[in-house]
């Protein structure tokens, strides 16, 4: 038995294949709202699990001592306000790692109603503000600088009740500019902000800080945490309406509304990027005017060392002459291409792709600003750097004899490919197509090399990736080179599935900074800042921008279909015209019965009627079924989790008892087993509630709303994505989303609902029934003018012609074999265009077909 339960531990063992997880904790100073969502997204899209962590986030309690929680070691890290500055300066020993809010959120607030103006017209007002003159000491200094006598103000403790405002029990309320606004405009009620910010009192928010204990065993951990927090704080500005959803759900102890948790979001925002200061930025210069202040107000008396407060990883990294140099500079002018993704580009005035990110990953090092001077090609970047205009260039692929540039040790080596038809077979050995016609971009960094390296090599020069492409599909050439990187961001965003990456030459392209070749120490800085840059971070960037897929065998699929479908073509033909010859006849036969059929027409309807009642009742029956079957498949997918969960708790307190781990003879190894039993009964107690959870989450969306809700076409997306995501993963079926739509229109949302995953799953049948390789559902929302537009497509194959006009009739299906009903498309039709006014239409598209949903604005008065 004990044998046996060894075996089952290592099964499980080996069976979750994973390295474990950091445990971490971070305390919050707040209760839970999107005041932190950038914590959260960190843990709910992966970007913990990524670095490492499995981080505690731990709830705030009114008894919390953030600062004593942190060096006591209770907690990892925590996150604290601009009073961090005072509790360092007392000799708390702590480091802190960036600053989420620019400018504080703090704000006082008067009623428009009030006589007040001014601050000097808070004299003899009653403040509502909190006791701790630390914590709100920007209102306090604000309040000294106007002169006013504060002992005429009468203070009461926050009860952080706004209702004690607009009912005019005090004059002046201390709140936040992202939260008590928003109830005050719901309300109706008119009021005035008074920022400290505006009379020069520019305070840090919601700092994220940790023990220097921690800073110097783990200096490591600590920047390793700081930035997949300020990661998961970029998606989450990015992406502010499914954060709020998220929040709305999971993270909502004050049951916040969805509308004041994005207006808390859309303000903080606004606090979080000033004047294009990177996320999290914290300055040596802002907290010496910090500590002024508080200097000022008598809460310090001494001079305060920085050099442990600020967290920094730079310490060792630069020799003093390269600091004294970028402090002199204080800018590097950098020059982009900005039409060169995935390497460089520009979207929306910023600059993006994977040279941005390895330019990001520098400031940490160097902590020096960046000026982007945009460029059209690789000529007029170097043109830039022969004129001095420009410092430094951020991707350079080969090394070129421009000796006004001189190049870092390459940061990254990058495949040289070949992309072909799919016809030609896999390129195993180079040299033996070297006689063949290829194409390349004009202009491109690599034609020196591939010169060099093979004089022989017959380039043709063509102005895009996409024109190399077509060339290559046309016949024209028989191969388009480029870097992998490159390529493979061209074949996830130019549609062809004619093409595919063949092969590589041996020679790698050496990837690094180019240098202005007359600049010595900066060179140095930025050598030292390449060899330094991590393959793993590289790797990772590189999966953000590209997805490849390898061919490495000719297939012969297409060629079987074709003639499979000339066959079907011609039987088509001939048994047309069998059926027409035969019908021509029949029809010679009807005439003499048509007489007959009339007299009888009347009672042939009515059992006709009746037999359809029938038929609608089962097949009714028959779609409720489906969708349950649907239903339960999707539950089961998302139980796996937990109970595979159960299952290894389950076998550690069994090998617990087995194994004999405790002596139950001994008093505190005693309680030490009660204690190891109630902590796994309590999780499988958590994991339990999970299963129950699941199985009411997943029964509401098929529950009829009672009443139409405001929303965008993306907001049931993502709960039809959240249903769908472990069904479609566990079939690799990619779903891609692309939601731009803002419009919002009034729908019943599980109806809604309802239809998306009717359709998405018609595309997965057929996907399975097509046995497609590379599955891929695109589904994108954008407005036209008052319409909201969400369009499904797929690569599955498509509609048949034939029956593409009868796809929405009711009873057809294609697949009554397999439990079809013929309703699923019909209902969504019925649903789209009587209860929404709107328009749903599909057509093919190359590889597969794309359903359209329209649906206006505007509200139909009759409808409740």
């Known amino acids: 038995m004990r044998f ?43 970007f913990f699990a990524q670095a490492g962590f499995d981080v505690d986030i731990k709830k705030f309690g009114y008894e919390t001592d953030v600062v004593g929680d942190v060096i006591s070691r209770k907690t ?60 709100t000491a920007s209102i306090y200094a604000m309040i000294r600088s ?45 009021y005035k902000l008074f920022s400290p910010r505006e009379k020069g009192f520019d305070f840090y928010d919601d700092i994220l800080f940790t023990s220097q204990e ?47 948790l994005m207006f808390e979001a859309i303000e903080l925002k606004k606090l979080a990027y000033l004047d294009d200061v990177p996320f999290g930025t914290i300055k040596k210069d802002k907290i010496e005017r910090i500590l002024d202040i508080y200097r000022v107000m008598g809460l310090v008396d001494s001079n305060v060392d920085f050099q442990k407060l600020i967290f920094s990883t730079k310490e060792s990294f630069l020799s003093k002459e390269e600091e004294a140099y970028l402090k002199q500079k204080r800018e590097i002018n950098v020059c982009i291409i900005s039409s060169m993704l995935p390497l460089s580009g520009v979207e929306h005035g910023k600059f993006v792709g994977i040279g941005s990110d390895i330019l990001n990953l520098t400031k940490e090092s160097i ?16 043109q830039n750097i022969k004129d001095k205009k420009c410092d430094i260039l951020p991707v350079t692929l080969s090394a070129s004899n421009e000796k006004e540039l001189k190049y870092t040790t390459p940061y990254h080596y990058e495949p040289l490919v070949v992309v ?19 194409a390349i971009v004009a202009r491109s960094p690599l034609i020196e090399n591939l010169k060099n390296r093979y004089p022989n090599i017959k380039l043709n020069y063509v102005s895009s990736i996409e024109d190399g492409f077509n060339g290559v599909e046309e016949g024209k050439y028989y191969g388009f080179i480029d870097n992998l990187i490159t390529t493979a961001y061209a074949f996830k965003n130019i549609q062809n599935g004619h093409l595919k990456i063949a092969g590589q030459f ?55 279909e074709i003639i499979v479908l000339g066959l079907l073509i011609i039987f088509i033909i001939f048994y047309k015209q069998h059926v027409l010859k035969k019908k021509n006849i029949e029809l010679e036969e009807l005439k003499d019965k048509l007489l007959v059929l009339n007299q009888t027409l009347e009672s042939k309807i009515a059992d006709a009627v009746s037999e359809m009642q029938k038929k609608d009742t089962y097949l009714l029956h028959k779609s409720r079924l489906a969708q349950m079957g649907e239903m339960i ?45 109630n902590d796994k009964l309590k999780k499988i107690g958590l994991y339990t509630q999970n299963l129950s959870l699941i199985v009411s989450d997943f029964s509401d969306f098929y529950r009829p709303n009672k009443y139409q809700e405001e929303l965008t076409l993306n907001n049931p997306l993502m709960q039809a994505y959240w249903l769908l995501e472990e069904n479609l993963s566990s079939d690799n079926i990619d779903l891609c989303l692309e939601l731009t739509s803002e419009n919002k229109i009034m729908l019943f949302k599980n109806e809604f609902v309802q239809v998306l995953l009717n359709i998405i799953n018609n595309a997965k049948e057929q996907f399975i029934e097509n046995n497609i390789d590379n599955a891929q559902i695109l589904i994108k929302s954008y407005d036209r003018s008052e319409i909201a537009v969400m369009e499904i497509s797929d690569n599955a194959g498509g509609i048949d012609d034939e029956i593409m006009d009868k796809i929405f009739d009711p009873y057809f299906s294609t697949k009554f074999d397999k439990n079809g009903t013929g309703l699923g498309l019909h209902m969504s039709k019925n649903i789209i265009e009587q209860h929404y006014k709107g328009r749903i239409y599909v057509q093919n598209i190359e590889n597969g077909a794309k359903f359209t949903i329209e649906i206006g604005t505007h509200k139909d008065e009759n409808e409740k």
């Open 4 to 46: 046996i339960l060894i075996f089952l531990s290592l099964f499980v063992s080996l069976y979750a294949g994973e390295k474990p997880l950091e445990k971490v904790s971070l305390q919050l100073q707040w209760l839970d709202q999107f005041q932190f969502a950038g914590y959260y997204m960190a843990k709910e899209k992966g």
């Open 214 to 260: 921690e800073v110097r065993k783990n200096p490591q951990r600590v920047n390793s945490f700081k930035n997949a927090s300020i990661k998961g704080w970029e998606y989450a500005f990015e992406n502010i309406e499914e954060t709020v959803e998220i929040i709305h759900k999971k993270y909502n102890p004050t049951n916040k509304t969805k509308d004041a």
């Open 420 to 438: 072909t038809k799919r016809s030609q077979n896999y390129i195993i050995d180079i040299e033996s197509i070297l006689d063949k016609e290829f």
């Open 146 to 190: 106007a002169k006013v006598d504060e002992k005429s103000i009468k203070y009461k403790k926050h009860t952080f009740d706004i209702e004690e405002l607009i009912d005019k029990r005090v004059d002046l309320y201390a709140g936040y500019v992202s939260n008590e606004p928003f109830f005050l405009r719901k309300k109706g009620v008119p």
């Open 506 to 560: 041996n020679d790698k392209v050496s990837v690094g900074f180019g240098i202005r070749s007359d600049d010595e120490i900066l060179f140095n800085i930025f050598e030292k800042l390449s060899r330094n840059i991590k393959h793993s971070d590289i790797h990772k960037f590189c999966n953000e921008w590209t997805s490849i897929n390898y061919i490495k065998s000719v297939k012969f699929e297409y060629l079987k």
């Open 633 to 677: 498949s999707m539950i089961a997918h998302q139980w796996k989790q937990p109970l595979n969960a159960i299952s290894t708790l389950n076998i550690a307190m069994i090998m617990a008892i087995e194994l004999e781990e405790y002596n139950l003879c001994d008093k505190k190894e005693r309680e030490d087993f009660l204690n190891f039993l």
């Open 367 to 382: 902590n020096t600003s960046y000026k982007y001077i945009y460029t059209d090609s690789w000529e007029e970047s170097l």
């Open 76 to 135: 990892t890290y925590g996150i604290g306000r601009s009073s961090l500055i005072w509790y360092y300066s007392k000799g708390r020993e702590i480091s802190l790692l960036s600053a989420t809010f620019q400018i504080s959120p703090l704000t006082m607030i008067a009623l428009e109603s009030s006589n007040i103006n001014d601050i000097k017209d808070f004299m003899g007002k009653t403040v509502m503000t909190t006791e701790d003159v630390v914590e």
